[in-house]
């Protein structure tokens, strides 16, 4: 069955270092692969999607992630996180036109 | 270009009764996926509409239903509300189809949270 898995529940980092979020995915096909932002309160906000050609694809907000089909990862990255960056990281595959989420990474960013 | 808008906002209620989410999906949009998220867990697929037909369902029981309208705004109905029906239950609209594969990005709306006493 397709699953994705995000091993890090909450990550802690300063302002202006540098951020890595990591999902791991399965699913039989090629995957069409999604990071979504969730900040409290809000409903979800696309930060970048791939599917299909350059695997390092880049999304709003200064993030980018890179497709690595050896490893079925789909790692979120940030050269510099900002205090606004703080809020939950959702990774998603797409299934037959259903989103199937991981269960998020909570970021916070001390100053 | 008006985006995803769901109502009510927040919403409580005691075991057993019933409760109707509406969803109104973005211009141009003609299908609707419902979501429900319970706390600190990622959103899991209810179900979804495609031009006034369900296309698709989720692991999620018969007291769980829905319809789209033809102006493809769409409601979630829940009978017999249980506390586990607690929840942050999100709508999104899509330009999609019965084809699958990628069906092109899906915008999220505020979500209804959803309080079983």
């Known amino acids: 069955a397709q699953s994705v898995t995000q091993p890090d529940i909450h990550i802690t980092v300063s302002e202006g270092a540098s951020l890595e979020l990591r999902c791991n995915y399965s699913?039989?096909?090629?995957?069409?692969l999604f990071w979504y932002v969730q900040s409290p309160g809000q409903g979800l906000q696309l930060l970048l999607k791939?599917?299909?050609?350059?695997?390092l694809v880049q999304g709003i907000k200064g993030f980018e992630a890179e497709f690595k089909r050896s490893q079925s990862s789909f790692n979120l990255r940030k050269p510099s996180v900002h205090w606004s960056d703080a809020a939950e990281y959702f990774c998603?595959?797409?299934?037959?036109?259903?989103?199937?989420f991981g269960t998020g990474t909570r970021l916070q960013v001390f100053p | 270009e008006t985006g995803v808008t769901q109502s009510p906002t927040h919403l409580i209620k005691t075991r057993g009764q019933q409760v109707t989410l509406r969803c109104s999906s973005q211009?141009?949009?003609?299908?609707v996926s419902w979501y429900q998220q319970a706390l600190g867990q990622g959103p899991q697929f209810i179900f979804q509409?495609?031009?006034?037909?369900?296309?698709g369902r989720g692991n999620f029981p018969p007291r769980f239903s829905g319809l789209q309208f033809p102006n493809y705004s769409s409601e979630l109905n829940v009978n017999a509300l249980e506390l586990d029906d607690s929840a942050l239950y999100l709508c999104?609209?899509?330009?999609?189809?019965?084809?699958?594969?990628?069906?092109?990005?899906?915008?999220f709306g505020p979500g209804t949270r959803l309080t079983v006493l």
């Open positions: 699913y039989g096909a090629t995957p069409y």
């Open positions: 999104a609209s899509s330009l999609g189809g019965k084809s699958g594969g990628a069906s092109g990005e899906q915008f």
């Open positions: 509409y495609y031009r006034e037909e369900k296309n």
């Open positions: 211009s141009g949009h003609n299908t």
């Open positions: 998603a595959v797409e299934s037959t036109d259903k989103l199937i």
């Open positions: 791939y599917f299909s050609g350059d695997t």
